[in-house]
């Protein structure tokens, strides 16, 4: 569907340039979506020279808009980055299949940077009263994560790793946290970068505790046309691969258990 940019609102620090955006779509017209999901945006400005749509993780919708959050990282997302209100956006989604909710079971999101977006709109969404907490860590400054809709539904801790100065201490807590939700029989729910991923699904083999993962590999098509973001699975995938051993990130996923998938 075509979609209106409504607006484009920067995150970050005062007199820097930002590399953090909101950007409000008006709202599309599908009516359920999961969060986790995701949708491949593809901007009019976007020219011969960018030939693929780019995926962006579903931040939050409303009746009357659907809000993504992105980094500038580089070529499209800087032409998104110039976006302005009115502009015209081509948009596929909702694609993928979104985390577990499970209302009677106490849940522990765990977040590393961008792998915020899609627990705003999980937390905003849930049942209440609900056992959610979150965990977030990050390297840039807090300002530039979309944190206040997080802290309005449920505790946040925030860890900034490059302020703490020290990875072990983080990574002792991710533990902590999780072993805590272990005892409870509870749920772990992790988005973030690939060795943030992989400490989470070690410790969750670790603990015995329920862990859902979503993966952030490179996607062009983002429906399962060009294998361009297959990953591994291990032998707990319960359902025969396409290719042996190997599942699309953007069909399949993006969200896996655990240990389903190699990271
Ligand atoms: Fe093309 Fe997944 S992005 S198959």
Known sequence: CELDVLDLVPFGQTGNESRFF???LSRPEWTRWRPGQFVMI????FGLDIPWARPLGICHMTSRHMICFFQVRGKGTRRMSELRSGDKVRVWGPLGNGFAVEPDTPTLLLAGGMGIVPFVGYVSEHPKPWNVSMLFGHR????????????????LD?????????????????????????????LVLACGPTPFMRTVQKFAAELGVRCQVSLENRMACGVGACLGCVTKTTEAWPVEAKREGLVQVCNHGPVFWSDQVEL
């Not at 593809?42 to 400005?45: G, K, S």
């Not at 840039?140 to 505790?155: A, K």
């Open 22 to 24: 909101a950007l409000r």
């Open 42 to 45: 593809r901007p009019r400005n």
């Open 140 to 155: 840039e400054h807090i300002s530039c994560y979309p944190v206040d809709s997080i802290n309005e539904h449920v505790p």
């Open 158 to 186: 925030s860890l900034r790793e490059a302020e703490s100065g020290d990875l072990d201490d983080f990574i002792f807590t991710i533990q902590e946290r999780m072993s805590e939700y272990a005892e409870q029989k509870g």
